[in-house]
């Protein structure tokens, strides 16, 4: 005769595993919002770094410093490589209607965008031969 798990016990493990999820479920939320912030320092960090980079050799050639564009990738279309003309490498775009987490949108010639959640973007510009963030100041300043 094989004894079976009494109706009490299933609802004891049942009712832990809730409550073990009820902790587990917004701490990984929170770990993958973390996670794509340091993404985009990271990459903000190596933008920033190939611009003033590229300003360095053009004031070395006797050349015009002005940036005008960092790609010449098309506006809000899907893998796109962006910033090709400051950084050696590229990142691929996303669109605007896909709104993939941890991706970059470029929505105007020097205005970009990077997701990282569904409910928040950070925008930024070239402006000025930098680049600068245009959200919030919350936002640009938990990412500086």
Do not use: H
């Amino acid at each position: 005769m094989t004894k079976a798990f009494s109706l009490l016990e299933l609802l004891i493990v049942i009712a832990t595993i809730l409550i073990v999820l009820t902790f587990a479920i917004p701490k990984f939320s929170n770990i993958t919002s973390t996670s794509k912030i340091t993404e985009l320092k990271s990459n903000l960090a190596i933008i920033r770094n190939g611009i003033n980079k590229f300003k360095t050799n053009q004031i070395l050639l006797a050349e015009d410093s002005n940036i005008l564009s960092l790609d010449s990738a098309l506006v809000d279309k899907k893998n796109e490589p962006l910033f090709t003309k400051v950084i050696d490498f590229s990142l691929l775009s996303t669109t605007s209607s896909l709104n993939e987490l941890g991706k970059w949108i470029k929505t105007s010639l020097t205005t970009y965008e990077y997701i990282i959640s569904s409910s928040k973007k950070v925008v930024f510009t070239l402006e000025d031969n930098s680049f600068k963030c245009k959200s919030s100041f919350e936002i640009c300043k938990e990412i500086e």
